[in-house]
């Protein structure tokens, strides 16, 4: 039997109304349960390593040829990372990754995201008159959570690495002291964010030397950052969130108007969570958890789509039904998520495939739900400007991580002394409810700001493991970080390989605003037509994240990384 749209949609609203009534309840519901375990016993025998920059990706190499593993290599294209493209990530601000060890094949999901201040205070994220001030929320120190990627990368190293995190900062140190040659993105980043950085006298003595941003290609020097990364080296945890680099962030955040303490720094902790696994057509996608929206979406577009043979199905009708899969998924994730130590989710039921029977079950196969007809979701939006590398090691070691500063620049806020260019994460935080962030879209309770609380996150690291590839795969992008993975994780199981997954043309629906993006050249003349027809609302959108791809194929141990073509080629690299 078949119902019309409006039917369904009553369907949802009790289904959601349902869920509503469930989430509410006092049930645990984030789960505590260890992290997973999946034994490969192959072993490729070499290293694949794609990232966003050519220097991150040979410091990785660097420290895999001096005898560390995936994780000490991680360190070292996260910290590279931090001197030679500060626009995206950073040890100012965060990460999340998802690990596989391949000696116990252990799964375990890294959350080193940033923190609110215990000091925090919604009100100094609204203006006099009570609308949200834009500008508190995403320059200068009270728009910079407690960062917790030097904290992450010493965990890596303590706990899964092989070589001590000085031996795998030490490419980080080198590059940030002797200098390297910047490229036109940076500048550009500078450029864009100059009037800001402006602002802040050590960021302007930063990236405005002379008062004009550095010049491509010529030497420019990060000694502030170098000392640092040298001083987390030698004394881990301690080395940053302590001591001569914890007070003078302390110190600067202050002097500049923020509300940090010493034991905020202090007190910061690295949280080891359970992945979110989803088994899809036989493969089992391994994935970001809360804080983190992103593999919950993933979960639930999967376990809708679970229900369909896209194979058989023409272009049109596989498109959207993967668009009116995300779009419930984005209306869910607006209202439930939040930091899983603050926030009752009802993962169970997100995550169930009972539930994405029931969403199934309000989707026409020819027509386009309005997402107005869908029960009303406060929305969020996690940020544009982020960065994603991947690291397959020689013994099967697998890291997939993501790491951000949040906007371009972050807050554009460099403590004095330190090098440190802080994040603007608060602004992840729903300020003030219901009201639009940055991106113009809106913030539910489940993310409102609270000491010591993480900001949700779109950030969404994910490995794929099927009975005879693996794949390593994860994007910047905001709120498209959630699409893009999710459609390079379909292009995998497709069967492309590193380069054609990164390079795929790309869509997204996030249910609020009501209209599908698209990447120039995803659809043809027929496509864009008949998805028109059925009432889907497409345009063109011109900046997609840069996607850094392992696989490794298990038949033949061959590994093959591949950067996004949008950006730079050639940045992926086995050896
Ligand atoms: N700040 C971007 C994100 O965490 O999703």
Redesign the pocket.
Known sequence: MTFPLNWRVALLGLLLTTSAAYAADSRPTSSPAAPSAHVITERPGHAGIASANFHATEAGHEVLAKGGNAFDAAIAVAATLSVVEPESSGIGGGFMAVLHRASDGREVFIDARETAPAAVNAKDYLNKDGTPNRDTALNGPLSAGIPGEAAGLAWLSTHYGKLPLKESLAPAVRIARDGFKPDGRLVNAISERAEDIRRWPASAAKYLPDGKPPVVGEVWRDPDQARTLELLGEHGFDGFYRGEVGKKLVDAVRAAGGNWTAKDLESYQVKERTPIVVNYRGYRVVTAPPASSGGVAVAEILNILSGYDLTKLDTVHRTHLVIEAMRRAFRDHNDYLGDPDFVKMPMDMLLSPYYAAGLRQTILMDKATPSSMLPVSAGTD??MH?THFSIIDKDGNIASITQ?V?YTMGSTFVAAGTGVLLND?MD?FALVPNKPNVYGLLGSDANAPAPGKRML???TPSIVFGADRVGVIGSPG?ST?ITQVLEGILAFIDGKDAAGIAGQKRFHHQYMPDRVDVESGTFDAATTEGLTRMGHTLKERSSWGFMNVVTWDLKNNKLDAASDPRRESGLGKVQ
């Open positions: 996690p940020g982020t951000t949040n994460e992840d996150s779109s950030m905001g970080i």
